[in-house]
């Protein structure tokens, strides 16, 4: 008996092979009909006896390509109607559906063979790649998923890779990057005055790397800057043109074997290492290794990633198992993606440069991640995940969030997805702003999103918030940061209803007009109440109070002791300029450039510079992050602070004794460490008593935490241990970036829950 159906299937399922595994399939079951790509996915037109067409349905899910994401599979019968062979089809063009697409893809191992095989034709050819890896987001024009809506229009393949492209036996099927020596892109090393380098460009360019030079290296969404991680001469160079003080670098490794020699790694953290996306993974770092301190100076971990294209597979054959491979910018602008771009830009921080001539349309910078609790944390999601994105439990209008200043991502949505952008950078340039344009006009156009709303961050200096305000014709919702942040985790969980949220960062502008940060809400996908924060104290300088620790420190000595900390025996009180303190103390008086905040973020750099830890930052967090570097796990014990409940409903934490007790040990000799312990500990019982009190008042019994401060892991394991203990069901993030990087995802939800529901 003789069956015909038709299956449409959703998802990843272009550019990874699924339509030669089709083809492939439906000869195993003697099937006839046809496959194509439409712009909705994969659309399958196959008759045949009716077991044999019955096992081919059953076997596409369970057999698909590794790198496929099937979301939908819809399957409807028809009467045969005489198919004499099975055949690929052209991709359709619709202008009204869209189709998911693969993130860049790590190095298969297929095409690692061939790599070092001397025997392949594309041996130590450093642009190989199959339907299994390879570029996907940052080379897409447009869709369907075709080569001439790539980068790689311009390279007309050869004989034997357009027998490979057009085979549907071959794994090269339709690689719409597919390429060799003889057709395909090469690479070219030239010096900081623009003179090419003769000879092999990867030999010379390693020999460059071995004699401690910095090579600007174009990879797939974008330019590293490298040098000899070991090389502690080379790195402290590399800081110094790069304007980049003291936040760490990444480093890449030749192997597993390479990162155990320096970092102690668990299971998890290897599996992440080797997935596809090849993040960065923050490891611990092992005592006495042989990276150069410069590298990731004032931490006992270390940013660790493998190589995950051709060339970087190449780059570390050689004598250097483990290079810097830092972002190619200076510091505060975007990456960089064009050859002239980065020749420009980077010509006083690079010695040479090793160019290729396959365009990148999008860049994007590479993800960080570590490992919490066995579980992936992600920090900054972009090359390996975007433009893969987050699914939603409802289906949601076209709506773009514009998200935050730091950090930033926007968001652009439709059905029942979220389409996270690449990690943009820190908008406070015309470069990164135009960078963050330019991402914008490029997700709507490959998933056909023509917002009908716009959402922003309250704060009315940021370029986002300016940019969301200057669109003409739209809706347009403000929503408040710390809510926002609450809410990208609810979707993320897929929870709905109302939630304690603890949101913790630096900053958020209130709806006070205040300076937000240490923020327990009871919130829904909506709307929020603000129930409890940290008392407010003074932001001496404003914003300059971030870039030095030292004003929130004395802004707390002030709040606790008031004038009798001059008495105090402390060494904090010998390194600051008492005198420049005065003038501050009369700007917090006449109210002048002082925004009251109460920001978590600003309570840790105030204790890092009260243990003599920072007092100047020179990276965002960086008090913060030291304070969590020095900290004992093993102290137990926390200091005491004051719950107040307040006429209005709301309760302020107020923490002068906190700081009074901290200052008490630091006078009795108590170590750093130890006092560090004891701080973290204290935030955990703080959170966790006052989840209790509103847990009794409001009958909530979910605790969603988000947050920049929550990328301190010391901090978000003791808590979410405690909250467990006393029975609260607790939410984190794992998909989405805890810091201002999640932000935008939890804006298009409030603005489409504030526009589009009723309820």
Known sequence: MMKRAQIGITGIVQGIGFRPFIYNLSQKHSLKGWVLNNEQGVFIDAEGEDGNLDRFIQEIPKLAPPLSRIETFQVNYLEPIGYHLFEIRKSEEAKDKFVLISPDVATCDQCFSELFSPQNFRYRYPFINCTLCGPRFTIIKDIPYDRP????????????????????????????????????PSLRLVDREGKEISGDPIEETLALLEKGQIVAIKGLGGFHLACDAKNQEAVSTLRSRKYREDKPFAVMCQDIEEIRRHCELSLEEERLLLSTARPIVILKRKKGGEIAPAVAPYQHTLGVMLPYSPLHHL??????????????????????????????????????????????HIRCDDSVTRVVDAKPYILRRSRGYVPFPIKLSFPIEQILACGGELKNTFCLTRDRYAFLSHHIGDLENIETLASFEEGIEHVKKLFYIEPKAVAYDLHPDYLSTKYALSLPDLPKVGVQHHHAHIVSCMVENGIEGEVIGVAFDGTGFGTDQTIWGGEFLKADRKDFVRIAHLKPVPMPGGTMAIKEPWRMAMAYLEEAFGGEWSNLKIDFLKRIDLKKWDILKTAIQRRLNTPLTSSMGRLFDAVSSLLSIRDHANYEGQAAIELEMIADEAVRGSYSFHIVHKEEGTMWIDLSETIREIIYDLEEGLPTPEISGKFHQTISRLITDTCKIIRSREGLNRVVLSGGVFQNTLLLSQVTGELKESKFEVYTHHLVPTNDGGISLGQAVVAHMRLFQCA
């Open 149 to 184: 809506k790539t980068t790689m229009e311009p390279f007309q393949m050869c004989s034997h890779c357009q027998s490979e492209y057009e085979n549907p036996s071959d794994r090269r099927f339709h690689a719409q990057p597919n390429a060799c020596p003889t057709c395909g």
């Open 315 to 360: 780059l570390l054959q050689g004598a250097l198992k483990t290079l810097v491979m830092t972002s190619g910018n200076i510091s505060d602008e975007p990456i960089c993606y064009k050859n002239e771009e980065a020749f420009r830009r980077l010509s006083k921080i690079a010695d040479y440069f090793l160019f290729h001539n396959r365009d990148i």
